[in-house]
């Protein structure tokens, strides 16, 4: 047994007990022999490049981890990673700057894996007056941005719904990737104080019956209050590292107060 070979078996068997499958799940899912399966955890098999993407595709893992258990079975790595403004990326910036472009006059944004926006488009701007300067300093975490006491968070009216909301999301990401970034990023967020005067909220505290059909982003802005609901896309198709790891926020005007606010010119947040 090699050391590469003892390295690919953890890795594999840490992300199927992730994705909570046994090896007779994982080998039907990937229609491969599950002796064989047996075999690479323990380390009695080398995989090849074949098995280890057929595998990596039957637990939905993202490129990049894709990418490190090619690497572990001491494979060359297939998928590669280039920054957003490389020439190669020019279309993939275009569909962006499309997407966050045609959502106006309502706000939307690019951000990372790690919630680091990328880029956002005009209707964005009038929500981050009077935020701290700290926080707009790049890379702007948006998570950051919500929840932080200098940020966002006095202004969102439904804030303990919201951040249940964002640190749900958190935590099935940390949970799904195993990434130490968004797990330092999860500990910071849960360890900000919510706002003395936000109001109560229980989970399913208004039953099934009466339950959203989604979590609204409820905001103080100047003029009024106006809410919102969000959709997160993503490039499903992508063979690039960065451009799989992208998501695109939009919000979407979840009354009609808030639609007309929004036709007619984005308002100003309080301060």
Known sequence: MTETTIAVGDILRDWRQRRRLSQLGLAVEAEVSQRHLSFVESGRASPSRDMVLRLAEGLAMPLRERNAMLIAAGLAPLYRERPLDDDAMAAARQAVDQILKGHEPHPALAVDRHWNMISANGAIAP?????????????????????????????????????????????????????????????????????????????????????????????????????????????????????????????????????????????????
Do not use: C
């Not at 909301?165 to 968004?182: F, I, M, P, W």
């Not at 967020?189 to 005067?197: E, F, M, Q, R, S």
């Not at 905001?219 to 790891?245: C, M, N, Q, R």
């Open 127 to 271: 929500f981050l007056e009077g935020i701290a300067s700290q926080l707009l300093a790049p890379p702007v975490n948006v998570l950051r941005l919500s929840l932080h006491p200098d940020g966002l968070a006095s202004r969102i009216l439904n804030f303990r719904e919201w951040r249940a909301h964002l640190v749900s999301r958190l935590k099935e990401q940390v949970e799904q990737s195993n990434d130490a970034g968004l797990k330092s990023l999860l500990d910071e967020l849960t360890a900000y104080p919510v706002p003395g005067d936000a109001k109560p909220w229980r989970p399913n505290d208004r039953g099934a019956a009466r339950a959203p059909i989604a979590v609204r982003l409820e905001l103080a802005i100047k003029g009024g209050k106006f809410a919102f609901l969000s959709t997160t896309t993503v490039f499903g198709t992508a063979t690039d590292i960065t451009l799989s790891e992208i998501a695109i926020e939009t919000f979407f005007p979840a009354d009609e107060k808030t639609a007309a606010a929004m036709r007619a010119g984005s308002p100003s947040a309080q301060g």
